[in-house]
């Protein structure tokens, strides 16, 4: 079993003085939620979720060897223009990182970022950015330590993006992935995720993830206070078992194909999820009756049609629908139908299963 001590890299055997790589990573969604966290971004319970394809963060990370190491340098572009006000969890984020990547002082980075998603979607962009990121940073360290494996390039990669951002662990690699111990998951860890260990049937291969954006304004609560409100909740353990059950149960279900009990618990954790925010001190509701009005519409439409359509939220209002790929023409008219009028905008995303990370530009 791997510890942190395992990721702190060994002394550099090649010299670089300048260069750029380029990944994209994707969000992703999870089915069996984690909320609540201990300390260095360690989860309270195992979560496990679908990799998105479509909605992904693009970053481009440029570097120069420099005179000065006592202090981290960098640039941060958004869309091509200066960001400062993202700058402070960079900065945070290097400085969590520096004892696994003491590399990082060497050079001046430029960071360009972008989405392909809309920003302010209401899409959860820190797990795509985090992950975007850490896979540059380990680009650059896999030049200068070039006998490094690939299995350790990614867990580390997924190490690194969780001490930015805990989901994010869960976008560089694999269509399914756990992040968090879970007894019968084969290497799982809390410090990063592994990809789900069995076949998954072919229900799942293509499955769609399609996200209405009920509401696109700055959540209330942020996830960060969200999961601190964990540690004194009356319901935190019996929740915490219920994920580890939810986790064995879902296991079964991706692997026999079994629609029916996926959608029982993919609905149930995504109310649990809410269900904790609601009965924490303080209280709040992020779901907006929008999207109280289009989960009964969802369970209106799979009640009156039998097809195997259900819904999960995140952290906020907006809802995923997900279904099977040989039903799509059906969701998708329905969706038009009687739920585009729910969305702020009319906006929606067309999104599906995807396989994490991927290099674009290796210089």
Known sequence: MLSEKDFISKPNSQSLEKGSFQWSAP???????????????????????????????ITKLSF???????????DLLFEGKPKEDFKPKIQKFFERIEVYCP???????TIDTQNTFPHSSGIASSASGMAALAMNIMSLEKALNLE???AYFYQKASFLSRLGSGSACRSVKGRVVVWGNHAEIN??????????????????????D?????????????????????????????RFEQAHHNISHIKTVLETGNLIEFIQIVESEALTLHAMMMTSMPYFILMKPNTLEI????WKFRNDTKIPVCFTLDAG?????????????????????ELVGFCQNGQYICDEIGKGSQLLIDN
């Open 27 to 57: 969000s992703n969604i999870a089915l069996v939620k984690y909320w609540g966290k201990k300390e260095n971004q360690v989860p309270a319970n195992p979560s496990l979720s679908f990799t998105l394809n479509n909605c992904k963060t």
């Open 64 to 74: 120069v060897k420099k005179e000065n190491q006592n202090s981290f340098s960098f």
């Open 103 to 109: 590399f990082l002082k060497d050079y001046h980075f």
């Open 148 to 150: 490094m494996t690939s």
């Open 187 to 208: 290497n799982s860890s809390d410090l990063f995720g592994v990809e789900f260990p069995s076949t998954i049937h072919e229900n799942f291969k293509n499955y769609q």
């Open 210 to 238: 399609t996200i209405l954006l009920v509401d696109k304004g700055e959540k209330q609560v942020s996830s960060s206070v969200g999961h601190d409100l964990m540690h004194n909740h009356p319901f935190a353990e019996q």
């Open 295 to 298: 989960i009964n519409k969802i």
């Open 317 to 337: 209002a907006n809802v995923h629908v997900l279904y099977p790929d040989n039903v799509s023409v059906a969701v998708l008219q329905f969706i038009k139908d």
